[in-house]
């Protein structure tokens, strides 16, 4: 069983940026694939978007939409993944997840059940 708790979410204005941290407590290995995740207004909990994900800092990967603009890393002493987001703009308001999952053939699966409770970005002038 793994907890997972976000934090760092707000309210900025497009341009600004943000890092978001998730903590993960419970039974979790070092490197074990993680990833955020973020549900846009209006959208349902099965058209959330995969924005970044990491395996260890060699291995990750980006949404097309972030790239450039996103970083995700990890401190496995931390047992914490974040996510820092510069040049925010409006497309990036949503409630961003963390989740904790698996990796193969450079494809990330998120694990049912194994979320977060979320945070809200919001991007707005």
């Known amino acids: 069983q793994v907890h997972l708790v976000e934090s760092g979410g707000g309210t900025v204005q497009p341009g600004g940026s943000l890092r978001l941290s998730c903590a993960a407590s419970?039974?979790?290995?070092?490197?074990?694939?993680m990833a955020w995740y973020r549900q846009a207004p209006g959208k349902t909990f099965l058209e959330r978007e995969l924005?970044?994900?990491?395996?260890?800092?060699?291995?990750?990967g980006y949404d097309d939409s972030v790239k450039g603009r996103f970083t995700i890393s990890r401190d496995n002493d931390k047992n914490t993944i974040y996510l820092q987001m510069n040049s925010l703009t409006p497309d990036d308001t949503a409630v961003y997840y963390c989740?904790?999952?698996?990796?193969?053939?450079?494809?990330?699966?998120?694990?049912?059940?194994?979320w977060g409770q979320g945070t809200q970005v919001t991007v707005s002038s």
């Open positions: 989740n904790v999952g698996s990796y193969s053939d450079n494809i990330y699966f998120p694990r049912a059940g194994y």
């Open positions: 924005v970044a994900f990491i395996v260890s800092s060699t291995t990750t």
């Open positions: 419970g039974t979790f290995s070092d490197n074990e694939p």
